[in-house]
């Protein structure tokens, strides 16, 4: 079935609405069923335009980026979903900082690529991340010890509520592990905008052991060099999107690493040891955080529950290259991908006592464990 197209005039803005569109396509897992209506977003006034529409037709709103952290549902959704299009980087200075502002629809990896051609620190560990602009602060995007949340300085909304927009400064985003305000509140605001901050005299940031490995012999890496070794390193884990990969229908990493206590992950480290999985406690990896919080690596207690990459079910499984990645094979449903999701989970659970927790934002269903 083809689209069909219908216009709205609001405010003076001329909106083409489109029904009935398909979202596998739009989304990275290639699930899921249509849109009621979508929207393209261009600016600032279309988008206002498509929520006064949406509010005469009583209709829920959901704003869509690149889908590469999306679930649909396979009945799809009934409501708006507006597709944010906008494009362009504008460059400044401001108080010592290199400022850029970056349009909600710009494809991420290419603002890293801009920041590291220009030299800049502050992006390079976010290299080949998919998706838009506009999902960077909702996520919080984080790689190899880095996280967005450290360069915003600001993200330029429009409040659903007042229908106005506003520049949230970063104490205002509320931003967290993988979440924000954004996350939290995902009826509240449309981003249309962030802004990005590059300190003059920044250096590289090699948190991430092995990152740091895998530059060992470069003595000053320069922002390119490291973009490229990142790149490198999720490449070989399938972890930049590549139609040719047979693991490149998913959303990265299926689940965030969990975060338990300091003496709940020491019993877990003594548990695997009991259980033969490893020598000492001392193997299990493990990431000290403040306030005595230890973050867990998700893809190592997935595959010593028993759930080795390459595992199936149908039409869906796990990645060949990372235990973290859950995968559309073709031919699958939405349903297939929730059945694989809580089976991992559960097993996780059932061996470790550690719940984990998705990562992607599902659209007409919700995550449950039965």
């Known amino acids: 079935m083809q689209p069909r197209r219908r216009q ?63 679930v649909v549902a396979d009945n799809g959704f009934a409501g708006l979903v507006l597709r944010m299009k906008t494009r362009g980087l504008r460059w400044s200075e401001k108080d010592g900082e290199l400022h850029v502002e970056i349009a909600a629809g710009e ?17 390079e560990c976010l290299s080949g991340i998919p998706g838009t602009a506009v999902a960077a602060p909702v996520q919080n995007i984080g790689a190899y010890g880095q996280e967005v949340a450290e360069s915003m300085r600001s993200v330029r909304v429009l409040d659903r509520e007042t229908l106005r927009t506003r520049e949230l400064a970063p104490d205002l985003c509320d931003f967290g592990y993988r979440t924000s305000l954004f996350k939290r509140q995902p009826d509240r605001f449309v981003i249309l905008s962030v802004t990005l901050g590059f300190l003059a005299h920044a250096k590289p940031s090699l948190r991430y052991a092995e990152l740091a490995a ?33 693991n490149h229908r998913s959303a990265g990493s299926f689940f965030t690493n969990p975060i338990v206590s300091a003496e709940f992950a020491e019993q877990i480290a003594h548990r695997c040891v009991a259980a033969g999985l490893i020598a000492d406690p001392s193997g299990m990896p ?20 028993g ?40 097993t996780v659970f059932d061996r470790f006592a550690v719940e984990l927790e998705p990562e992607p934002v599902f659209l007409g269903l919700e995550w449950r464990m039965d």
Request: charged share 20%; net charge positive.
């Open 8 to 70: 709205c005039y609001l405010r003076s803005v001329s909106l083409s609405i489109l029904s009935d569109v398909p979202l596998a396509p739009l989304t990275t897992f290639e699930l899921g069923g249509p849109a009621r209506f979508l929207a393209e977003i261009t600016d600032a006034g279309d988008a206002l335009a498509a929520l006064e529409w949406a509010k005469v037709k009583s209709l829920p709103v959901f704003i869509l980026g690149g889908g590469s952290n999306l």
């Open 286 to 305: 493990r990431f000290s955080l403040q306030g005595g919080q230890v973050k867990l690596a998700a893809g190592w207690l997935i595959e010593r529950a």
């Open 214 to 246: 895998a530059l060992a012999d470069k003595a000053s890496p320069s922002p390119l060099t490291v973009r490229d070794t990142v790149l490198a390193l999720r490449r070989k884990k399938s972890m930049v999107w590549d139609e040719s990969d047979p």
């Open 107 to 123: 494809t991420w990896d290419d603002v890293v690529r801009a920041a590291a051609e220009r030299g800049l620190w502050g992006l």
């Open 307 to 346: 759930i080795s990459k390459g595992f199936r079910m149908g039409s869906v499984g796990v990645s060949t290259r990372h235990a973290l990645s859950l995968v559309h094979h073709g031919g699958g449903t939405t349903a297939d991908l929730v059945r694989l999701a809580r089976h991992v989970r559960s």
